[in-house]
């Protein structure tokens, strides 16, 4: 098989009421010879927050690059709110490879946040987060500010409209970065290690702002982490990845309380004793 053009898989009958956001059937993502995503199934409802761990290699943070786009996969499909981001129709109805178009804009329902924090050091952190509804929203300049204006203060920053990225902390850098993201109007949020390169005191008050948004607002949430108090904490459902695949996954008491898989209860005591 031709590695560029994925198999087409046909989405499963669901009724619109239950269909999960995220969809991914049958993914496999391969550098070479080394498989990173392998056969892998996975749903995620509707405001659903999932929460990803497992060892360094796994396949985690490929997930969350390949339902940004960032990554082609080679086989299977992917789905966001009932439509196929990875394949589309064509004239006769049956699923190709989706075009760029098409897939920029079924990937405007996704927004995503990553380990490090891309804000352009030329803006201050209100022209970082008016930018891109400006630009790929056609929002007005006036209404991107007030959208701006009110996300930021949600992450508790209303203080630092005017500071330059070099001005804040790396715990307020992440944090524009995450009002940034919310200023597309996600419906599905993205946080790929989004603590890993803070000290312990800016990384909690990151995953309080975190646990906010998951509080008020309804978003469909996929965190890659290794905080696995805040994991246990915030998630609906924990999934551990071993080798491109989901081994084990269950509520975070379950998973936590009581791993089925020897692999499983070998990662978790490895990072109990790390901390």
């Known amino acids: 098989m031709n590695p560029s053009t994925p198999t087409p898989v046909q989405p499963t009958e669901t009724s619109a009421s239950s269909e999960p956001m995220v969809q991914f059937r049958d993914v496999t993502k391969r550098y070479g010879d080394l498989t990173v995503l392998d056969h892998l199934d996975l749903d995620v409802h509707n405001g659903e927050k999932v929460a990803i761990i497992g060892p360094s290699g796994s396949g985690k943070s490929t997930l969350l690059r390949a339902l940004m786009t960032l990554e082609d996969i080679d086989e299977g499909m992917i789905m966001v709110d009932g439509e196929p981001l990875t394949h589309m129709p064509d004239a006769n109805g049956q699923l190709v ?88 109007r996600p419906k599905v949020m993205l946080f790929d290690e989004v603590t890993s390169a803070l000290d312990p005191e800016l990384c909690g008050e990151v995953l309080n702002v975190i646990r906010r948004l998951g509080d008020a607002h309804s978003l469909t949430m996929l965190m890659v982490t290794h905080q696995m108090g805040f994991a246990r904490e915030f998630a609906d459902r924990v999934c551990f990845f071993n080798e491109g695949r989901i081994l084990e996954e269950g509520t975070p008491d379950e998973l936590f309380g009581n791993p089925q898989q020897e692999r499983t209860q070998a990662f978790l005591s490895a990072v109990n004793e790390a901390h």
């Open 97 to 184: 490879r989706a075009s760029s178009r098409h897939q920029r804009n079924v990937r405007g329902k996704v927004g995503m946040v990553f380990q490090s924090f891309n804000l352009f050091p030329h803006m201050n952190a209100l022209q970082n987060v008016m930018e891109a509804p400006v630009q790929v929203l056609g929002l007005s300049t006036a209404e991107a500010r007030e959208r701006a204006t009110e996300l930021l203060a949600m992450v508790g920053l209303d203080d630092k409209f005017e500071h330059y990225p070099s001005q804040l902390s790396g715990g307020q850098q992440q944090r524009v970065a995450i009002a940034r993201a919310l200023a597309m």
